[in-house]
């Protein structure tokens, strides 16, 4: 495929005029993600009005006040509900879920784990930065154990969900995880997952270094990003290692795609045939 220059993809997606400069700290992920999502688009070559971008609320959850699709920035936690809603009325659009570890996993994760099961064609990219990065640095479901955070100033106790494994057991149709040092991986992903018809999570891990990684002596982006480099592995690296070496490493790559019966579809088969039956009923009567 044709490469497109970076200035067009900018100035076709990007609100660069209107909402810039963004509000992310220097070092975060979260431009790093924005960036592999508007290439994702440019790919597919998507007319800007194709597409809805969904947010819930948090440092993630800015994106779709940077690009120009139709947008909504919801409330914490019901991005998901939101985006299900668009996707019923209009299931033609393509619609981007853009959240946070808190957004979908704890306020929302009922709403997570339920269209992940219902098979509802989004497509869902979850920025796992560890922490509730807006808020100033209280824990999330997916923070570590032994971790600081404003509400574990003495070591996190609960155990983390793996989001890919959540997601997976909830049923979701393609589940995906990578981070923001593989940028060009997150883009093959999301692609793949903004094509794909069903339910899609792309999770990226991201670097939060002025709070999380302050917190918890991380040392600076680039140190994050290092370590994202090192320990975040690939399925078939991963598979490599004894139980012993796979210690503090987790594994990235496309754990699941597969195609089930989609939601919207489903829903429209089923007005379709209760009119034809309301029909017959009224033909009877005539
Ligand atoms: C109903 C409700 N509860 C709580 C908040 C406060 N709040 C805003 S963002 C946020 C957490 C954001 O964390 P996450 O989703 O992980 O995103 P990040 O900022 O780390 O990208 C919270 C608790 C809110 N806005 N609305
Ligand atoms: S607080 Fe963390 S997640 Fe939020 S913009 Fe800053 S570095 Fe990024």
């Keep these: 495929m044709q490469k497109i220059p ?20 220097p070092g975060c992920s979260n ?3 924005l960036g592999a999502v508007i290439r994702a688009v440019a790919e597919l070559e998507w007319k800007r009005s194709d597409i809805t971008m969904v947010s819930g609320i948090g440092c993630s959850s800015r994106m779709p006040v940077y690009v120009d699709f ?7 936690g019901r991005a998901i509900a939101f985006a299900t809603g668009v996707k019923l009325f209009k299931p ?13 996993t704890a306020i929302g994760g009922n709403h997570f784990i339920h269209a992940a099961r219902r098979n509802i064609d989004l497509t869902v990219i979850l920025l796992n930065n ?7 640095g209280q824990y999330s479901p997916t923070t570590p154990i032994g971790d600081r955070t404003t509400t574990t100033p003495y070591g996190n106790i ?12 909830a049923g979701a149709a393609f589940v995906a995880r990578t981070t923001a040092y593989h940028a060009t991986e997150a883009q093959t992903f999301i ?25 918890n002596k991380k040392g600076d982006a680039p140190a994050m990003m290092k370590s994202m480099k090192e320990n975040i592995l690939s399925i078939k690296a991963y598979e490599k290692l004894t139980e012993e070496q796979k210690e503090g490493k987790i594994k990235r790559g496309i754990f699941r795609e597969v195609i089930k019966p989609e939601y919207t579809e489903e829903y429209d088969k089923l007005v379709k045939s209760l009119q034809a039956s ?9």
């Design 6 to 25: 970076q200035k067009i993809i900018h100035n076709k997606y990007l609100r660069h005029r209107k909402k810039f400069p963004h509000v992310w700290c």
């Design 31 to 33: 431009g790093i993600v």
């Design 70 to 76: 139709n947008t909504l920035h919801t409330l914490h």
């Design 92 to 104: 033609e659009l393509k619609v981007i879920v853009v959240t946070g570890d808190g957004d979908a």
């Design 130 to 136: 560890y922490i509730y990065g807006m808020t100033g």
């Design 158 to 169: 609960d155990p983390a969900f793996d989001i890919c494994e959540l997601a997976l057991g």
């Design 191 to 215: 692609k793949k997952a903004l094509v794909h018809k069903g339910f899609s999570l792309v999770e990226i891990i991201c670097a939060c270094p002025i709070i999380y990684g302050r917190m």
């Design 278 to 286: 309301i029909g017959e009923v009224d033909n009877d009567r005539t």
